[in-house]
C-alpha cells in the first residue's frame, strides 16, 4: 500500500495515533491492518505515530517501518524503552520486567532506528519508569540525544501516582505522556504545571474517561468519540492527544467527527 504525503494536508497536528490499544485487540493479519489505519491516518492529516520497542516484543516497530517505508521521515514517531521483550514478561517479577541501564536503553534503541528504519527518533520517552530510575535513565537518554539519535526526550507514567514529584523533573524533558484516569479538576492542576514550559504534554487512554468525566460524559455518547477528543483539544489547547482504534469504520468516523467545525 503506497502513501502520498501532501505537507498541507497535516489538519490535525495534536492528535497521535497509537498502536498500543490496537495490540491488545488484533492478532490475526496484523500487518494488513494496521497498514489500513495507518492508511486512514496520513489521508486525513494525522502523521504522528506511537510506538514502543516492547510492542509485540518489538515488531510493532518493525511493522510501522515496513508500512510507512520511505515516508517514514516525513512523520513524528515516538518510541518508548524500559520493558524487557518477553512473551514470559507478565510473569516476571515487576521489578524484573523493567530495565533502565544504560547498556539496555543504548541497546533498545540501536534496535528500534533498525526496525524503523531511520537514523533518528523524533520522541524518546522512558516507558513508565519508577521514581527512583527517572533521573539515572533521562541522563542516558540526554546523552543519546546530544549525539543527534533522538531529537526530544522524556517519560510515560502507567499511572498518576505521585505525578507532581515526576513533573519536578520539567526542565531535563521535552515530552511527558500521561494517561487520562482523573477528574478535569486534578488535570487542570497538572496542565497548569506544564503550561509556559517547554515541555509537550500528551494524554491517552481518552477511550476510557467518561466515566471518570461526568460533567463532559453526559454531553457525550460512546459513538461520540471524536467529539469528545475535539472537546477536550478545545479546552486545553497546548495538549496532546494519543488515541487508538482497532477499526477502520471506528478510526474513519472519529476523525470525521473531529473535523466539525463547531462541535457541542
Excluded at 485487540?25 to 496484523?30: T, V
Amino acid at each position: 500500500m503506497k502513501f502520498i504525503i501532501d505537507e498541507k494536508k497535516k489538519k490535525i497536528p495534536w492528535l497521535i495515533f497509537g498502536s498500543g490499544g490496537y495490540l491488545n485487540q488484533h492478532s490475526r493479519n496484523i500487518n494488513y491492518s494496521l497498514s489500513k489505519l495507518v492508511h486512514i491516518c496520513i489521508n486525513n492529516g494525522i502523521f504522528k505515530f506511537d510506538t514502543a520497542s516492547s510492542y509485540s516484543y518489538g515488531l510493532d516497530e518493525y511493522r510501522f517501518g515496513k508500512i510507512l517505508n520511505t515516508k517514514i521521515n516525513q512523520c513524528e514517531i515516538t518510541s518508548k524503552v524500559g520493558f524487557i521483550k518477553s512473551p514470559l514478561q507478565k510473569f516476571f517479577e515487576p521489578k524484573k520486567r523493567q530495565n533502565f541501564s544504560e547498556s539496555f536503553i543504548l541497546n533498545s534503541l540501536q534496535n528500534s532506528l533498525n526496525n524503523l528504519r531511520r537514523n533518528f527518533i523524533d520522541n524518546y520517552l522512558l516507558h513508565s519508569p519508577p521514581l527512583n530510575e527517572l533521573e539515572y535513565g533521562l541522563e542516558t537518554l540526554k546523552k543519546i540525544k546530544f549525539k543527534g539519535l533522538v531529537h526530544n526526550i522524556g517519560f510515560s507514567t502507567s499511572n498518576l501516582d505521585n505525578i507532581f514529584e515526576y513533573l519536578e523533573f520539567l526542565n531535563l524533558v521535552d515530552v511527558i505522556q500521561i494517561p487520562c484516569s482523573t477528574s478535569p479538576e486534578f488535570f487542570e492542576k497538572i496542565y497548569e504545571k506544564v503550561e509556559g514550559t517547554d515541555t509537550k504534554l500528551v494524554i491517552r487512554n481518552t477511550f476510557k474517561c467518561w466515566q471518570l468525566w461526568p460533567s463532559i460524559d453526559k454531553n457525550f455518547k460512546k459513538a461520540n468519540y471524536g467529539l469528545f477528543l475535539k472537546h477536550i483539544h478545545l479546552r486545553w489547547p497546548a495538549l496532546n492527544i494519543l488515541c487508538s482504534s482497532g477499526k477502520e469504520s471506528h478510526l474513519q468516523e472519529m476523525i470525521n467527527q473531529i473535523n466539525i467545525k463547531n462541535p457541542t
